[in-house]
């Protein structure tokens, strides 16, 4: 049996960014770990986003609004930059209404007690004259990492007239990188060390991150293992289940006859 490596660290923090250290690793499963766990990072967490925009008075993206600085293209990019905490299963709206001369930034949207907005100071738009007026209505929604509009559009699916779809980037995880050096564990000195640096968007902690990417991997490997699993294993494993159920219906009768005494 190959032996277990010791337990992850974090040697580094700051803000949304950390440095995972994991040592005694048997030689090149520094690379097949850190590799996997990157992959998973970059694909499949789950993150919000807006995936729709309304804006008063355009009807396509190629437009330009009176007053306000950047075009409608410039604009939808920097709403792309917005990073919210969505607490409901439902697509959430938010609306923005803004006027007269100043600078429009995340913090303008009014949301649902459903939704969280991170970074309330990203800048959307620049209004630069007193009658100025901007109104955006947007949709956020709950996804996995990248999905471009034409892979969420039903093929059937029409829209209201102005509603412009987005490419959603779902991912919370703004950057992955790995490496590994060798190690001495015992007499061998070809041992891995895997150094992990997991970087979020702030919706979400790199700890919780990491915790959610093995989570993710594990159920895999022992979905995948569990018709190949050997009678005894699997006669244990449910002895074991029966065991637990049975302890814990106990453990509620004696709980129920101290409430009546």
């Keep these: 049996m190959l032996p277990l490596p010791q337990e992850p660290k974090i040697i580094k923090k700051e803000q949304n960014k950390a440095v995972f250290e994991i040592e005694g690793l048997y030689p090149g499963y520094g690379v097949t770990i850190g590799n996997s766990l990157r992959r998973v990072l970059l694909s499949s967490l789950e993150g919000a986003a807006i995936t729709q925009a309304r804006i008063k008075g355009v009807q396509h993206e190629f437009s330009t609004i009176p007053g306000v600085l950047e075009d409608v293209i410039t ?10 905490k969505v607490f409901s299963n439902e697509p959430q709206k938010a609306v923005l209404k803004v006027k007269g001369e100043k600078e429009v930034k995340g913090g303008d949207f009014e949301l649902s007690a459903q939704v969280e907005l991170v970074n309330k100071s990203a800048h959307i738009a620049t209004l630069t004259s007193k009658s100025a007026n901007l109104e955006i209505e947007v949709l956020i929604e709950k996804g996995l990492g990248y999905q471009p509009k034409e892979v969420r559009r039903k093929p059937k699916e029409k829209s209201e007239i102005g509603t412009i779809h987005l490419d959603a980037i779902f991912t919370p995880i703004k950057r992955v990188a790995f490496r590994t050096e060798n190690m001495r564990v015992g007499e061998r000195t070809d ?3 895997l150094f992990l640096e997991i970087e979020t968007d702030g919706t979400i902690e790199p700890e919780e991150a990491f915790f959610k990417a093995n989570e993710i991997l594990v159920n895999h ?3 995948l293992a569990e018709p190949f699993k050997p009678k005894e294993k699997k006669e244990k494993v449910e ?7 049975s302890s814990e219906k106990k453990d509620e ?3 129920k006859r101290k409430k009546t005494k």
């Design 75 to 84: 604009i939808l990019l920097n709403l792309k930059q917005l990073r919210f």
């Design 191 to 193: 041992y891995d060390r």
């Design 221 to 223: 490997f022992q979905f």
């Design 239 to 245: 002895t074991e289940k029966v065991k637990k159920v």
């Design 253 to 255: 009768k004696k709980k």
